[in-house]
């Protein structure tokens, strides 16, 4: 199974970027899905969270209303949108299953500059 992260660049705070994951050699339907993020010397935390129904999503508190996570079965894909960025929102940034299921890709590096 790989994870491909895509999306991340450098954007002014205030800005925004949508992330894409794409997987292959499984399919995620069966999946709760997440995004991660790991800052410069801190933990990789989790930011978002979506069911794999779509009918939960779950965001950690410094980022919800500002950043959307959503999937496409067909792409078998998840996204993260992600408005009125901030420059502590630069990180590296994952995806994988909810419980971290899957080997961990090389992320996307988000920069926001202030």
């Known amino acids: 199974v790989q994870l491909q992260a895509f999306g991340g660049g450098v954007v002014q705070a205030g800005g925004s970027l949508r992330l894409s994951c794409v997987a292959s050699?499984?399919?995620?339907?069966?999946?709760?899905m997440a995004w991660y993020r790991q800052a410069p010397g801190k933990q990789r935390e989790s930011v978002a969270i979506i069911s794999f129904n779509n009918a939960i999503k779950n965001y950690a508190a410094d980022v919800k209303g500002r950043f959307t996570i959503t999937r496409s079965s067909a792409n078998n894909a998840v996204y993260l949108q992600m408005d009125n960025l901030k420059p502590e929102d630069t990180a590296v940034y994952y995806c994988?299953?909810?419980?971290?299921?899957?080997?961990w890709g090389q992320g996307t590096l988000v920069t926001v500059s202030s």
């Open positions: 994988n299953s909810q419980n971290g299921a899957f080997n």
């Open positions: 050699g499984t399919n995620l339907r069966p999946y709760g």
